[in-house]
């Protein structure tokens, strides 16, 4: 296969799951403001001014985001096309890349892609965020899963799949990490060590909405959906399936599917070093303040697998890193 | 006659709480409003979020209905609402534990022994048995009204299987989502954390060690609460289970699983009491579990609602609620009860028979508003036939004095916003102490004029926010710690110089995009 059409389907992969994530979280942003209530222990303490240094952004651009810090953010998100991280530009891009991989997807794939970037589109979408952002989130999230579930029953699961899967994971795991990184506090304040901790957890809570799996979360574990039992199950839970430890493992099934010599290759063999690691803290209990070092430390290493895949497929640097552009 | 409205005042202003409400709205405009709710009927019947009506023209899957506009309950008021349920529950549950104890209630004479044993509710079965912690009804929902002059009072009390909470979330995420601008100037209290609130409950009860078990049982998917049922079951993460999972060996209560057989220890119930065990209740019960109240008697698996229960929400032992509480509790009721009048007694029945057009007669046993009887707005042959069937069998009545409940401004079926009645069942868990849920199901009656505020009769529901202490909004502050700065995004795409270059073609012809 091309390296040239391998990077197309990789980066189709990764815009999508981007702009998915990206309504995920911000529709879980709107309802965790809804609940907040100062007095509360549960009230949430993440603010919108947070989502800019998640997407990239260095503190002191941040800072300019200010009162209507809501609007401003999710307007840049959602609808804004000079941003190249908003949904619109991420399922633009994707829709330009399927478009030049007319011939190597299944051409239901390419028309639900494109029926979802033309329903963009639409001139009233500007002032739909504002008053009823759920549903425009809503219609990115079915679209996606709509893409992803044509390509599982009609797309041959062939070199080419294994790509666009891959630009997917390495997506969702980077994501993962950004929100964990964003959301949980770095320590747990002093006095509340020895404390029994809440019941109700309100950025934790957030969190796992923002993923998709709060409903996964209270099925399979026993614990109260709190920052610690919440940042384990993300970082490593290996059955659910956007847990930083799963897409790190799906990426490696697909990297190890296309390519010729796994043994010999290596952003599969940095791959294995990282889930190994992952597989290591699994069975170990970290200290919650030790996180923010773990979070940093993997995001690194998947920083690492990714320019290996830049390199060793596709024949190119790294690609190059932006951010959410403040105006 | 005179009627109370909540959000506006005699004098046509708005209450102090209610006018920067009263301002939203008026920005919304009418038509945003009747927009939000096309959608919102499409959005609870695609999630279903539905009920389907009783009657000859019941009709299936009927959208919940939700009205827009939100009944304000200011923090001082709630607080003093708060202590008043939970009074009232703390009476209830050591009422329920005395009549299967000592009795002395009944020895005592203030709750007439032989009232108490002859109510459907009453169950022999249960006598003895010590549920864990003292509590019995662990989850209860008493309905509140005000009348004409604002004050709260109680209008009865659902303490067997009370439901409505998952309409309570349900209501508040659609409103969030549908008209989030309202909320824009309020701090509301959440409500979302009952499901959190009962798990923990449920699990404390769990005589086992370990992570304990705990499932949902539901009579099955033709019970018109089932929606709640898997409401709960799936926000608290737990089994929802019919009667034919559980088995009972040895006195244990286990679940049929494809691994085998799995410990139960603690089981919510959302089945009446009387289907519960055909063994030792109703024996035609296709719905329970042979050998479940041995189980339960030996603390081998703990029930909530505990059964028998249902002795305490009867419409006659209603009356004795007050007494109740200084009884036990030592302490004045902070909510009053409604007049209420017992037919069995011979002068209290002569009295109510010449008013029968003033009062509302209700029949004891029953529970959501069926058989009852509002005299001020019933016909002559009626009010006969009434007079008929409680000369026949008094003692299955009672009759109260007609409340005129208050009334919020409502959309009623997109026309005009217009005064509608309205009542209100806030939710109390009892674990290691009774937490209520700030606000509660407000029903409110679509029909002009009318009281019936049943959602099986055509009644509506408000989302009824508690307003946090200050009322007005906190603007949530910089986050309480700083986040790490993070790598930016990786980026891709065409360049445009690439784009030009390839539009411009070899020959210049213009190749089009398809």
Not at chain 2, 23 to 46: C, P, T, W, Y
Not at chain 2, 480 to 488: N, S
């Amino acid at each position: 296969m091309l390296a040239r059409i391998a990077n197309d389907l990789y980066w189709l992969g990764r815009h999508l799951v981007r702009a998915e994530h990206t309504a995920r979280m911000l529709d879980a942003l709107f309802q965790a403001e809804l609940d907040h209530w100062s007095e509360h222990p549960s009230s949430v303490r993440i603010s919108w001014r947070s989502i800019p240094l998640l997407m990239g952004a260095s503190p002191g651009e941040a800072e300019v985001v200010e009162d209507d810090a809501r609007e401003t953010v999710t307007r840049q998100l959602t609808t804004d096309e000079r941003n190249a991280v908003s949904i619109v530009s991420c399922v633009s891009a994707a829709r330009e890349e399927a478009r030049t991989l007319r011939d190597t997807i299944s051409t239901e794939m390419w028309e639900s892609l494109n029926t979802f970037f033309l329903e963009l589109q639409k001139p009233d979408l500007g002032g739909r965020p504002r008053t009823g952002p759920h549903s425009v989130y809503a219609f990115v999230r079915e679209r996606c899963a709509l893409f992803w579930g044509l390509s599982l029953s009609t797309m041959q699961r062939d070199e080419a799949r294994s790509f666009l899967v891959a630009g997917g994971r390495v997506e969702a795991a980077d994501m993962v990490l950004r929100m964990l990184r964003v959301a949980l506090p770095p320590v747990r304040p002093a006095d509340d060590a020895t404390k029994e901790l809440p019941r109700r957890d309100g950025n934790a809570l957030a969190l796992l909405r923002a993923v998709g799996g709060l409903q996964a979360f209270m099925r399979s574990q026993a614990a109260p959906p709190n920052a610690e039992p919440v940042a384990h199950f993300l970082l490593v839970e290996a059955d659910f399936p956007e847990s930083v430890a799963a897409s790190a493992e799906a990426l490696h099934r697909s990297l190890a599917r296309a390519d010729r010599d796994p043994q010999a290759s290596p952003p599969v063999l940095r791959l294995r070093r990282l889930l190994a690691d992952l597989e290591l803290r699994r069975h170990s209990t970290v200290p919650y303040d030790e996180l923010p070092a773990a979070f940093r430390e993997i995001q690194q290493e998947l920083g690492l697998v990714e320019r290996e895949i830049d390199a060793h497929y596709f024949f190119r640097e790294a690609a190059p890193e932006g951010s959410l552009v403040v105006q | 006659m005179e009627l109370y409205d909540e959000l506006i005042a005699a004098d046509g202003s708005p209450r102090a709480h209610a006018s920067v409400l009263i301002d939203s709205l008026n920005r919304l405009g009418h038509e945003r409003l009747v927009a939000s709710a096309k959608r919102r009927d499409a959005i609870f019947v695609q999630q279903g979020i539905t009920f389907d009506t009783y009657g000859p023209d019941g009709e299936r899957d009927r959208p919940f209905p939700l009205d827009l506009i939100p009944r304000l309950i200011p923090s001082r008021e709630w607080e003093e609402l708060e202590r008043g349920i939970r009074q009232r529950v703390l009476a209830l549950n050591r009422f329920i534990a005395d009549v299967y104890d000592a009795g002395e209630i009944l020895s005592d004479g203030v709750v007439p022994w032989e009232l108490a044993v002859t109510r459907a509710g009453f169950t022999r079965e249960a006598h003895g048995i010590k549920p864990p912690g003292g509590v019995w009804c662990h989850v209860s929902g008493c309905d509140l009204v005000r009348d004409a002059g604002g004050t709260w009072r109680a209008l009865e009390d659902n303490v067997r299987v009370p439901s409505g909470i998952s309409y309570v979330l349900e209501n508040r995420a659609a409103m969030s989502r549908l008209v989030p601008e309202l909320f824009t100037d309020y701090a509301v209290r959440p409500v979302g954390d009952y499901p959190e609130q009962l798990l923990a409950a449920l699990r404390a009860l769990a005589p086992g060690g370990g992570t304990p078990t705990v499932v949902v049982w539901t009579p099955g998917p033709a019970n018109s609460a089932y929606f709640e049922h898997a409401f709960l079951a799936r926000r608290m993460g737990v089994e929802l289970v019919q009667g034919g999972d559980l088995v009972v060996r040895d006195a244990t209560c286990y679940l049929r699983t494809t691994t085998g057989l799995a410990r139960v220890d603690a089981i919510y119930r959302r089945v009446d009491d009387a289907f519960i065990d055909p063994l030792a209740l109703r024996p035609d019960s296709l719905l329970g579990v042979p050998g479940l109240m041995r189980a339960f008697r030996e603390g081998n698996v703990a029930i909530a609602n505990a059964p028998g229960t249902g002795v305490a929400d009867d419409k006659a032992i209603y009356h004795y609620v007050p007494e109740m509480i200084r009884y036990y509790l030592g302490e004045e009721p902070l909510i009053a009860n409604v007049p209420t009048y017992l037919l069995s007694d011979p002068e209290q029945r002569a009295e109510v028979l010449a008013n029968l057009d003033k009062l509302v007669v209700k029949p004891t046993g029953e529970s959501g508003g069926a058989g009852v009887f509002v005299g001020p707005t019933s016909g002559e042959r009626e009010v006969e036939e009434l007079r008929r069937l409680v000369e026949l069998e008094p003692s299955r009545w009672i009759a109260q004095e007609t409340v005129w409940l208050s009334t919020m401004p409502t959309m009623s079926h997109e026309g005009p916003v217009a005064p509608r009645h309205v009542d209100l069942r806030p939710f109390a868990i009892y674990g290691d102490d009774v937490w209520v849920v700030p606000g509660g199901l407000t029903r409110v009656a679509m029909q002009k004029g009318s009281m019936i505020v049943n959602s099986s009769r055509g009644g509506g529901s408000k989302d009824t926010w508690v307003l946090a202490a200050d009322g007005a909004r906190q603007h949530p502050e910089a986050p309480a710690f700083d986040p790490p700065t993070l790598p930016g995004m990786r980026q891709v795409g065409w360049t445009e110089q690439q784009r030009q270059q390839q539009q411009a073609g070899p020959t210049g012809s213009a190749r089009g995009r398809r």
